[in-house]
Nanobody
């Protein structure tokens, strides 16, 4: 069983930055591909970014490319989402997710392959 706890959300002005963290329990975190998703009010949850367990591969949704960076520190069982140049449309609850299935070192999961989820952290970008 994997527990994921997000932190780092908050209120920021347009153009500002935030860094989200997701701390994971379990000794096998280093073998999990990880992802970030978000859900805005009245909208479906959407994929934001993903990283392979080795950190060799990353993938982003088009709307955040060049602004967000996903990274991980396997020694700390933590995955990060650095968010720069934030826009009001980035306002959402952000969730981290883990894919606990075994994959190759550069595998990035499809959106429906994640089987553990955190509780989320609110990000609000004011205009």
């Amino acid at each position: 069983h994997v527990q994921l706890v997000e932190s780092g959300g908050g209120l920021v002005q347009t153009g500002g930055s935030l860094r989200l963290s997701c701390a994971a329990s379990g000794r096998t975190f280093r073998r999990y591909a990880m992802g970030w998703f978000r859900q805005a009010p009245g909208k479906e949850r959407e994929f934001v970014a993903a990283i392979s367990w080795s950190a060799v591969s990353t993938y982003y949704t088009d709307s955040v490319k060049g602004r967000f960076t996903i990274s991980r520190d396997n020694a700390k069982n933590t995955v990060y989402l650095q968010m720069n140049s934030l826009k009001p449309e980035d306002t959402a609850i952000y969730y981290c997710a883990a894919d606990s299935s075994y994959h190759g070192s550069n595998y990035v999961p499809a959106k429906n392959e994640y089987d553990y989820w955190g509780q989320g952290t609110q990000v609000t970008v004011s205009s």
